[in-house]
Antibody, heavy 121, light 114 residues
Framework: QVDLVESGGGVVHPGGSLRLSCLTSGFTFTNYGMHWVRQAPGKGPEWLAAIVHDGTSQDYADSVKGRFTLSRDDSKNAVYLQMDNLRVEDTAVYYC??????????????WGQGTLVTVSS | DIAVTQSPDSLAVSLGERATIKCTTSHSVLSSANNKNYLAWYQQKAGRPPTLLFYWASTRESGVPDRFRASGSGTDFTLTISSLQAEDVAVYYCHQYYYLPPYTFGQGTKVEIK
């Protein structure tokens, strides 16, 4: 079965960095785009970033553009979200999500369990 | 960017009664290329990630009970629970994924038992 496991969350000071990882299994990784979605406490989900199946194209929400970088390692069936210059408002649970196919425009059938990022001084 | 608005923010319904949630997008999410509406619905229970209920506006995900129904086209969409069960208590979100990012979610509708 499809499995997505996030890691790398934690507590960080404003201006700090974290790298989230998402290890996947149960499907042919190179056939699917991948996304990150976050959810702040008590709020709705917010789409953050996506990468197409072959890594040649990524896109980001304006709220994280220039601060977050999404990459994928096909040899490890993994995607990574490098988060720099973190702000208090980045505090949220971060979910790794699989796309429906190779591209970006997708509903989200498969979600990880999430990893909590807390940005606090 | 396409904004997504849900109504109401919350509703309380008696067991066995109907619950109706509306979702409106600021721009049509109906593609003229394939006649599909790029709109999905999710259910989220406390402490869990969202789970997909419907995609392409009205295609039921495998395993979703048939008391759940979704409809609509263009900019106006509806999720209906025909006979509310205790296990349906959750927050429901709609989500537009029309072609290019950003993909946006509604603010959520909390469904409770009256």
């Amino acid at each position: 079965q499809v499995d997505l496991v996030e890691s790398g969350g934690g507590v960080v000071h404003p201006g700090g960095s974290l790298r989230l990882s998402c290890l996947t299994s149960g499907f042919t990784f190179t056939n699917y785009g991948m996304h990150w979605v976050r959810q702040a406490p008590g709020k709705g989900p917010e789409w953050l970033a996506a990468i197409v199946h072959d890594g040649t194209s990524q896109d980001y929400a304006d709220s994280v553009k220039g601060r977050f970088t999404l990459s994928r390692d096909d040899s490890k069936n993994a995607v990574y979200l490098q988060m720099d210059n973190l702000r208090v408002e980045d505090t949220a649970v971060y979910y790794c999500v699989r796309a429906r196919d190779t591209g970006l425009d997708s509903y989200f059938s498969y979600w990880g369990q999430g990893t909590l990022v807390t940005v606090s001084s | 960017d396409i904004a997504v608005t849900q109504s109401p923010d919350s509703l309380a319904v008696s067991l066995g009664e109907r619950a109706t949630i509306k979702c409106t997008t600021s721009h049509s999410v109906l593609s003229s290329a394939n006649n599909k509406n790029y709109l999905a619905w999710y259910q989220q229970k406390a402490g869990r990630p969202p789970t997909l209920l419907f995609y392409w506006a009205s295609t039921r995900e495998s395993g979703v009970p048939d008391r759940f129904r979704a409809s609509g086209s263009g900019t106006d969409f509806t999720l209906t629970i025909s006979s509310l069960q205790a296990e349906d208590v959750a927050v429901y979100y709609c989500h537009q994924y029309y072609y290019l990012p950003p993909y946006t979610f509604g603010q959520g509708t909390k469904v409770e038992i009256k």
